[in-house]
């Protein structure tokens, strides 16, 4: 990521959000490990964070 502020911007993004609650938040809303690694190209038209 080029900058702290990029970071955040892509870890708001939607489907980062809906991928952490659906995957790796308990129903008491802990987070018991997570492990994230994703090798791909963002797709087209995607929710590009505003900067």
Known sequence: MASREAFE???NRREIQE???THV???EG???HAN???YT???HGYDA???
């Open 9 to 11: 911007s892509h870890c």
């Open 19 to 21: 991928f952490f609650a």
């Open 25 to 27: 938040v308990s129903p």
């Open 30 to 32: 802990d987070v018991h």
């Open 36 to 38: 994230v690694c994703v």
């Open 41 to 43: 190209d963002e797709p």
């Open 49 to 51: 964070p505003t900067l």
